[in-house]
């Protein structure tokens, strides 16, 4: 379970939101360009602090600006996934997967992320660079790098604005899938209403 209460201020932009989303739930963050969508997840990821507020994943507080409290992101277990997928250019598909990976053993590494290139139907291209793949295939590595960290909860942000709309329609039947095997709370920023229709459980209009 994730839970968010955030309240952000810039000079002339505020955002106050609070929701929250269980295990194997998904929550659209749903809402036009520049309505704060980002700013949301990218407080729950740590990467900037909100004003006021807390946020709290399986009861343990990660944030809160009352207690004091802001775990640094690497100890946050967050799988994140930024507009652009975020993959390292320089190295291969499976050196980008087990990137985040916390076991020592290598070998063991590159079972399991060839394990996750294979529910993507990806694991013929672990020895590609991201150049050499298609957006829809970025998308997909992006998101199983994010996922072989074993993250407590996984952060999208707007996964499939680049796609075109036949590749994103069947990426998005595709990822609803595999999201089934993950029991995690998964939060999906959009301003998409067909991302919303297909994906969500929940929705958090901004
Ligand atoms: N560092 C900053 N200083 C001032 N204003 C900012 C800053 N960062 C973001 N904003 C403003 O906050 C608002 C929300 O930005 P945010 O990126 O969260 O929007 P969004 O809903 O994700 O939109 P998009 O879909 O375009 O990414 C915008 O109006 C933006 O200009």
């Given at each position: 379970?994730?839970?968010v209460?955030?309240?952000?201020?810039?000079?002339?932009?505020?955002?106050?939101?609070?929701?929250?989303?269980?295990?194997?739930?998904?929550i659209?963050?749903?809402?036009?360009?520049?309505?704060?969508?980002?700013?949301?997840?990218?407080?729950?990821?740590?990467?900037?602090?909100?004003?006021?507020?807390?946020?709290?994943i399986?009861?343990?507080?990660?944030?809160?600006?009352?207690?004091?409290?802001?775990?640094?992101?690497?100890?946050?277990?967050?799988?994140?996934?930024?507009q652009?997928?975020?993959?390292?250019?320089?190295?291969?598909?499976?050196?980008?997967?087990?990137?985040?990976?916390?076991?020592?053993?290598r070998?063991?590494?590159?079972?399991?992320?060839?394990?996750?290139l294979r529910?993507?139907?990806?694991d013929?291209?672990?020895?590609?660079?991201?150049?050499?793949?298609?957006?829809?295939?970025?998308?997909?590595?992006?998101?199983?790098?994010?996922?072989?960290?074993?993250?407590?909860?996984l952060?999208?942000?707007?996964?499939?604005?680049?796609?075109?709309?036949?590749?994103?329609?069947?990426?998005?039947?595709?990822?609803?899938?595999?999201?089934?095997?993950?029991?995690?709370?998964?939060?999906?920023?959009?301003?998409?209403?067909?991302?919303?229709?297909?994906?969500?459980?929940?929705?958090?209009?901004?």
């Amino acid at each position: 379970m994730l839970k968010v209460k955030i309240t952000k201020k810039f000079d002339d932009f505020k955002i106050d939101k609070e929701w929250e989303v269980g295990n194997g739930e998904v929550i659209s963050l749903y809402g036009p360009s520049g309505s704060g969508k980002s700013i949301t997840i990218q407080s729950v990821a740590g990467l900037i602090n909100p004003d006021y507020g807390f946020i709290e994943i399986d009861k343990k507080i990660i944030y809160d600006k009352e207690k004091n409290i802001c775990i640094p992101p690497k100890d946050r277990h967050i799988g994140y996934v930024p507009q652009n997928y975020g993959l390292f250019p320089h190295m291969k598909v499976i050196d980008n997967i087990i990137f985040g990976m916390k076991d020592k053993d290598r070998d063991l590494k590159i079972r399991k992320a060839i394990d996750l290139l294979r529910i993507t139907g990806l694991d013929n291209k672990k020895d590609k660079y991201p150049m050499e793949l298609s957006g829809g295939q970025k998308q997909r590595v992006a998101i199983m790098r994010a996922l072989a960290t074993n993250p407590k909860v996984l952060l999208l942000d707007e996964p499939f604005s680049a796609l075109d709309i036949n590749v994103k329609e069947n990426l998005r039947k595709e990822i609803k899938r595999f999201f089934s095997y993950w029991n995690i709370p998964v939060v999906l920023v959009t301003h998409d209403k067909r991302d919303v229709e297909v994906l969500a459980n929940k929705i958090a209009y901004y």
